[in-house]
């Protein structure tokens, strides 16, 4: 009852359209060209390391990690440098890339070879070396969160299954296909980090998932059902539920003593240990009412776009819009010559028709967002505050503290615009009341 | 340009709820009541609340032509007023009389404030308020079902004090004097208990408001059961302290709109020298709503409480 008065947080009830969840991974053939994006992760952007006409092979570092919080870029195929170009993002920022074509021959570069990881030092550089950066979608280089300064208060790592997202199921072939892959990351993390204790948290719309991971963990590690309400799968929520414990703000994980890692980014690392073929490729869903053969793909990065969806079947109907992730925090593409990236996980694409944004009609104060946050903000007041420019309110409000999920947009049955319009009032607070 | 993307911020999707269809559902919660209504005052009880809706919806129409604002009037909030309006009349009311009550609803209290989602207090209540003041004589003018014992003589809150468990069945069916809704307590519970069901509104504002003013009944002495089911206090419960606009949002600021509800009623129905408090005290809440709410915001994840404490110290 007392938790009940803190915070409702009940989160959304979103429509699950998982039809692809049983739909058993395929490799996508090589496309004509790869776009390597620098800028495929948060932090300092790679910087080529490659120049125009270069040989590259599979697992060629062709940008180099631009800081601590960097992560290298690697060629998925083997093939010709064709140029260093600029692109420009799906967040509209111009990113340097490299465009490479490939020869068809996928030669693995000679230096790829299965790490030798020893202790602590030894894995992290290893993880540095892989490329990988936090799969969930977020795009943190995993090697800064595998180094935490407060290593010994680490008590809990937490595997990311919850995959809250509508439509995406990539997360959910990766605790069906990799299980083994899976165990084996978690082994090394829980080994190295000396993290004694490990929870993978599965929203409870994937039973096969759980069964199968049941099943499949040894002592130390539990497997954990969450309830089907978005957003499950957000850090702070997924952590609090696991584990009773609230990411103080600001902070990290780390501070109450959990890291969290995504199943793929996990995944990732034993299969990383076992064959050092750092992160080229990704498995990707993609779905979307106008996708004539949804699938589940894994592909190299840097494709196209354009390519994957004519893999699968193209479209049915003109394209409306198509996003990198889920139609929930997803973002939109310009264009379909925009590369796969690092952290995507599906490929959407809806029709015009189902992308129209619905009319908007007054605030009837119902409560609903608040009650929805997970956080417990009250998109409304802070929304009001924005439109005011009272940035005192914003701030008492913890305006910043948004994660920018979508719940509270979600819920309105006003249909207001109320996560990006909380995203203007973290820049107005930023910015120190100037819109 | 036609074969563009669009580009929007995220989400991509939104709720099946809508406005418009939480408005339909408090409509079809109020029906039971109505044709309730209809049984026991007549076929006037029906006519005089088709004039209120139909007042309402016109008057919402000609305020936004005239203020240059969209039609708003296919979102059924002017209907729900309508209808709660005309509960809240006594079947024999002048119908003139209904049309000045919908005048004061819609455009005084919600359109000259801004419309939907900025008036003050409910439109309704202010309506049946001003009513009462205006045509004092009309609006108490109850009718009484025929051929009953003395409980149809009057509102039951007359004479609560003479009434005893005999009198529960009475109330509980609604058979018996007052103005033509708040009389059939199952319809209208049914109808609240639906509302609750299909999420339109949260139980915590009746439930706290019924039981504050149970526990004061007791407090003070007199039948609870018959303090419940009388006067106003159900409907006002369930289907006007629950208005979204003049309510808090938080479920700790419901638990204090409801014990204060529940208070002020008590206090003007035991101590005061009218009989009824219901609509009153929803007005009073309604304008101390914004401070409730700034009072009793959720806790939020990962903020410490600190500030608040020193804040607390400084008082």
Not at chain 2, 154 to 175: F, I, K, M, R, W
Request: some cysteine.
């Amino acid at each position: 009852m007392s938790k009940f008065l803190k915070r409702s947080a009940l989160g959304a009830q979103v429509p699950h359209e998982k039809r692809t969840s049983g739909m058993e991974t395929v490799k996508m053939p090589l496309p004509t060209k790869i776009v390597l994006s620098m800028s495929q992760h948060i932090g300092a952007p790679a910087t080529p390391a490659v120049a125009k006409g270069d040989q590259v092979y599979v697992g060629t570092v062709v940008g180099k990690s631009g800081g601590f919080v960097s992560s290298d870029i690697h060629s998925g195929v083997s093939g010709i440098v064709d140029s260093i170009t600029t692109i420009t993002g799906s967040n509209g920022a111009k990113q340097t890339a490299v465009v490479i074509i490939p020869d068809g021959a996928q030669t693995v570069d000679p230096a790829v070879a299965p790490p030798q990881v020893t202790d602590l030092k030894s894995f992290q550089d290893a993880v540095r070396a892989s490329g990988l950066v936090g799969l969930g979608g977020a795009g943190f280089p995993a090697a800064v969160k595998l180094a935490p300064k407060n290593l010994d208060e680490i008590d809990t790592l937490i595997i990311n299954g919850a995959e809250c997202e509508p439509y995406i199921t990539s997360d959910n072939r990766c605790l069906l296909e990799d299980t083994q892959f899976i165990l084996d990351g978690i082994q090394a993390v829980m080994k190295y980090l000396e993290i004694p204790r490990c929870i993978i948290g599965i929203e409870g719309n994937k039973p096969e998932a759980i069964a199968k991971m049941r099943g499949a963990v040894p002592a130390g590690v539990e497997v954990k059902e969450l309830p089907c309400r978005y957003p499950q799968g957000a850090e702070k929520v997924l952590i609090e539920n696991c584990t009773g414990r609230e990411v103080p703000f600001p902070g990290l994980p780390s501070d109450v003593g959990v890291i969290v890692m995504n199943v793929t980014s996990v995944a990732f690392v034993g299969k990383y240990l076992a064959t050092g073929m750092p992160l080229t490729t990704k498995r990707l869903t993609v779905d979307g009412d106008i996708v004539k053969e949804p699938k589940n793909v894994e592909v190299v990065i840097g494709t196209p776009v354009r390519e994957l969806i004519d893999f699968c079947g193209g479209f049915t109907d003109e394209p409306g819009k198509v996003l990198y992730g889920g139609p929930m925090m997803g973002t939109c593409i310009a264009d379909l010559d925009q590369p796969v990236l690092k952290n995507n996980n599906a490929v959407l694409a809806f029709s015009r028709k189902a992308s129209q944004t619905p009319k908007m009609s007054n605030c009837i104060h119902c409560g609903r967002c608040a009650n929805a946050c997970p956080l417990g903000l009250s998109a409304k007041e802070i929304v009001q505050a924005y439109n005011n420019g009272d940035v005192d309110l914003l701030v008492q409000l913890n305006a910043d503290l948004c994660m920018s999920c979508g719940t509270c947009s979600f819920v309105c049955p006003a249909k207001r615009p109320l996560a990006p319009s909380i995203a203007l009032a973290k820049i107005m607070m930023k910015n120190g009341g100037k819109k | 340009m036609g074969n563009k993307l669009i580009v929007t911020a995220a989400p991509h999707i939104t709720g099946a709820d809508s406005t418009q269809k939480i408005m339909q559902r408090v409509c079809l919660a109020l029906c039971p009541t109505l044709v309730a209504a209809v049984v026991i005052f007549g076929v006037n009880a029906l006519i005089l609340t088709a004039i209120t809706v139909a007042a309402c919806v016109f008057f919402e129409w000609a305020s936004c032509k005239l203020m240059h604002r969209e039609n708003p009037t296919g979102d059924f909030s002017a209907v729900v007023t309508g209808m709660l309006l005309a509960f809240n009349l006594p079947a024999t009311l002048p119908w003139w009389m209904a049309l000045v009550g919908a005048f004061i609803a819609i455009v005084i209290v919600k359109q000259l404030f801004g419309g939907l989602g900025y008036n003050f207090a409910n439109p309704a209540i202010v309506g049946r308020i001003a009513m009462a003041m205006g045509f004092a004589g009309a609006m108490s003018n109850y009718p009484h079902p025929e051929g009953l014992d003395a409980l149809a003589s009057a509102t039951p809150l007359a004479v609560a004090d003479q009434l005893g468990s005999e009198s529960y069945v009475t109330l509980l069916l609604g058979n018996h004097g007052g103005v033509l809704g708040e009389t059939c307590a199952i319809t209208l519970l049914a109808g609240g208990l639906y509302l609750i069901w299909t999420k339109v509104i949260s139980p915590t504002i009746p439930v706290t408001y019924l039981a504050t003013v149970a526990v004061l009944s007791l407090a003070a002495g007199r039948d609870p059961v018959v303090q419940l089911l009388s006067g106003g206090l159900i409907l006002g419960a369930f289907f006007m302290a629950t208005d979204y606009v003049t309510s808090p949002t938080t479920t700790k600021g419901k638990l204090v709109f409801g014990i204060g509800l529940g208070v002020i009623t008590c206090a003007i129905r035991f101590l005061g020298t009218m009989a009824e408090g219901v609509s009153f005290s929803i007005l009073l809440m309604n304008l101390v709503v914004p401070y409730i709410e700034e009072l009793t915001r959720q806790d939020r994840l990962g903020i410490a409480k600190v500030k608040k404490n020193k804040e607390g110290a400084g008082k």
